[in-house]
């Protein structure tokens, strides 16, 4: 084609072909390769079509965005055809202004980076944290000029992060500008979490630790409110230190913390849907109260003396319990977690201000509660345990409670059904309380109690093979509604696994369970045994009974090697010629 050619098929394009950035390469190439060519008519046509810019999308765009990116699709070629030799007939520079104002954030590189290929490109995106001059920039306009500064390189994968600089070389002229931006009602929170999370941090001397504690506690409650958690992610972090170093400036910032979060609820407000429900703990060690209430859990002060708790410290800890709403219950999950630890030294305090929330009238209280001291999963003491016995046994029937608490909750009402107390030597939990909870529980909560009956009947010389014999024989409910095929798939994984008494096991399962399918693997446990030839110490009549109660009569529908373990049966002499065998025999023939 000619140039003139050239020029008349890129006018015929629709605006949609001229303007399509996809095709922005190809379409400035060839322009830059014709312009000089083109006959002047014709390219003062395209230079039109270039300054009046793309149309509107009526349907999708706001008129202030239309005029944007209007404005940014002209200067991006405008700016590489100027650069690239093609002359434009009129005087641009008023122009270009005008598109400069219309569109503020677009930068003169853009206009070099018209033609690269939008293939996708991979790799590592490096740091760069000079300071770029920003430490020579008054504190007042500091800010600004580091958001000028900073950005992503995307030719070159370098994410350019001045700030990280001035935290780390800096602190106290970046300290400066931060507390000037929040007097003025600003509160840039990604350049307080760049300040805040410095490694550099750890690091600071004690007067400028002081300092910023002093600096962050002037600072207006609502700007406070809105860097609430990366100011206590702060004060976690130099826990010890502030407390030791730097103690007239950390009570201080607590005490206005606290006050700004009550101030300002949103800011530890969950912002996760509550249709299931909060995962509390993991709310509350990414929530700012969290954060506080771990901070006195590490406080030195925080050791009891003959009288119990440091009062003063005990007031900063009922301070988090005073807020209300989502700030209150993050503090129940950490005090929750140490439940015990503040049981044993201080039983009234403890009932008046944590095991309130065991019962509250408010769900989610009462969630937040049972989230820290499940997290924790520790067997409490006797005296702790007889009290929130009857809590315990409730949650049983509490469906969300067991689906986020099942193994913590099942073992905690297991270990106290095993531990007996008392002159009379009475069970913690007496077996109608465990049968009751086993009966009123979910197929969850009862599986979860067999794999801890099989986990701690493993350890070297644990008293659990007996106890589970005991269970199973005394109280493990008999109802048919217990009886599924999944829980009889466990039933009988358990008989598989239990080598102590084998025949008063089979005994005590079988009649607790119905047939299984086809899907259960609990006999695959004895494919080593028959494939080495290995009686595995089993008593094969009760290898038997316990066979006849799981399988169903058509043996296409056995669990898995029942048909090895038949016919291994069959080389047993006590159960060689019983007759119940040859029917299994015969179920197997008939397959």
């Known amino acids: 084609l000619s140039a003139g050619e050239a020029a008349r098929v890129l006018l015929a394009l629709s605006d949609e072909g001229f303007w399509e950035t996809g095709h922005q390469r190809d379409l400035l190439l060839v322009l830059a390769r014709r312009w000089a ?41 405008v700016k590489w055809l100027t650069d690239n030799g093609c002359a434009f007939s009129v005087d641009l520079g008023a122009e270009i202004e005008r598109w400069k104002l219309a569109a503020p954030d677009w930068r003169e590189e853009y206009g070099a980076q018209a033609i690269e290929s939008f293939e996708t490109r991979a790799g590592w995106v490096g740091s760069d ?33 001045p700030l990280a600089g001035m935290a780390e070389r800096w602190p106290t002229r970046f300290l400066k500008a931060l507390v000037l931006a929040a007097r003025r009602g600003e509160v840039p929170q990604q350049a307080w979490e760049t300040f805040l999370y410095s490694d550099k941090r750890k690091d600071d001397g004690c007067r400028l630790m002081a300092n910023i504690a002093l600096r962050v506690a002037g600072i207006p409650q609502h700007a406070l409110a809105d860097i609430a958690y990366p100011v206590a992610d702060w004060m976690q972090r130099l826990a010890k230190r502030l407390q030791r170093d730097a103690s007239g400036a950390f009570a201080p910032l607590g005490n206005q913390l606290v006050a700004a979060l009550d101030a300002h609820p949103n800011a530890t407000r969950a912002v996760l849907g509550r249709t299931r429900g909060i995962e509390w703990a993991g709310h509350s060690l990414n929530s700012p109260v969290g954060k506080m209430a771990q901070t006195l859990l590490e406080d030195d002060n925080r050791i009891p003396g003959p009288d119990g708790f440091p009062p003063i410290w005990l007031g900063r800890v009922e301070q988090l319990l005073a807020l209300q709403g989502d700030a209150r219950r993050d503090a129940l999950v950490i005090l929750g977690y140490q439940l015990p630890w503040f049981y044993g030294w201080a039983k009234e305090w403890t009932e008046a201000n944590i095991l309130i929330a065991m019962d509250a009238q408010d769900r989610e209280d009462s969630r937040a509660f049972w989230a820290g001291f499940f997290w924790a999963a520790r067997i409490p003491n006797l005296s702790l345990f007889k009290r929130i016995k009857p809590a315990l046994l409730a949650l049983v029937t509490d469906r969300s409670e067991v689906e986020a608490n099942a193994e913590q909750l099942s073992g905690m009402i297991l270990a106290g059904w095993g531990s ?28 979860q ?43 009988l994984d358990l008989a598989i696994r239990y080598r102590e008494n084998f025949p008063a096991m089979v005994d005590a399962v079988t009649p607790l369970m119905t047939q299984v399918g086809p899907q259960s693997f609990g006999l695959y446990r004895l494919k080593g045994e028959v494939d080495e030839d290995d009686d595995g110490e089993r008593d094969p009549v009760s290898l038997l009974n316990l066979i006849l109660g799981a399988v169903v009569e058509n043996a296409q529908y056995w669990p ?5 373990v038949v016919e291994k049966l069959v080389n047993e002499p006590a159960v060689a010629r019983d007759p119940r065998l040859s029917e299994l025999k015969l179920r197997l023939a008939a397959r």
Request: proline share 5%; glycine share 6%; hydrophobic share 35%.
């Open 560 to 564: 898995y090697v029942a048909d090895l």
């Open 449 to 491: 109690v067999i794999w801890h009956l099989e986990t701690w009947g493993a350890e070297p010389d644990s008293p659990w093979p007996g106890r589970t014999l005991d269970l199973m024989r005394k109280v493990w409910p008999k109802q048919r509604s217990v009886r599924s095929v999944s829980m009889s798939e466990k039933l």
């Open 37 to 77: 060519a083109m006959p002047s008519g014709l390219r003062r046509r395209l230079e039109l079509r270039i300054r009046r810019g793309p149309k509107r999308w009526v349907k999708f765009e706001k008129l202030a965005q239309y005029r944007r990116r209007r404005a940014a699709y002209i200067l991006t070629r």
């Open 129 to 161: 944290t000079t300071t770029r001059g920003l430490e020579a920039e008054p504190p007042a306009t500091l800010l600004e000029r580091a958001r000028d500064l900073s950005g992503t390189d995307h030719r070159s994968f370098i994410e350019r992060n």
């Open 420 to 447: 007996k107390a008392g002159a009379t030597n009475a069970r913690c939990v007496t077996n109608k309380e465990m049968h009751d909870a086993l009966l009123a529980g979910d197929e969850s909560f009862r599986s």
